[in-house]
């Protein structure tokens, strides 16, 4: 082992360095600056989105269709300066074809964000399986499904990352 191994073993703290160091074997720290960089954009973006909705929802409350909080939450996103495209076509891709199966995401944000907007009684697990699809089908990793059909807004959301 090399002195700046002996060093950086005898720097760690955490108990699975320890383990590691306990067999002589290097303890690699995970790249916490690369992967923060990489998920922090998503997660204060995802934060924004909903503080959007939750306007939109105070303002409005339940019961209205699926169309105006849609155009509201647009709005919303567009005060906030946040980048997006409203019903977004989404191709299926099948042998290498990109193939046109109807499919429109409510809304893509900073062509990171995956939003499906509802204003029903009960999300099914069919909502989030769409949500899924979605993401797969977009190279995007997180989505948010949001029903304004509720109450209380939070009741009303689920993350769901691919």
Known sequence: MTSSRRASSRACSDSACQEFSKFNIEYLEPQREHREHRETPSRELSEAIIGCAIR???ELGPGLLESAYLSCL???LTLGG???VREKSLPI???GMALEG???LDLLV???VVVELKAIDVLLPVHEAQVL???RLSGCRLGLLINFNVKMLRDGIRRLIL
């Open 110 to 112: 900073a062509n990171q």
């Open 74 to 76: 647009a709005h919303e």
């Open 102 to 104: 109807g499919y429109r």
């Open 56 to 58: 939109v929802h105070s």
């Open 93 to 95: 891709l099948y042998r």
């Open 133 to 135: 699809t979605y993401l």
């Open 82 to 84: 946040i980048d997006f």
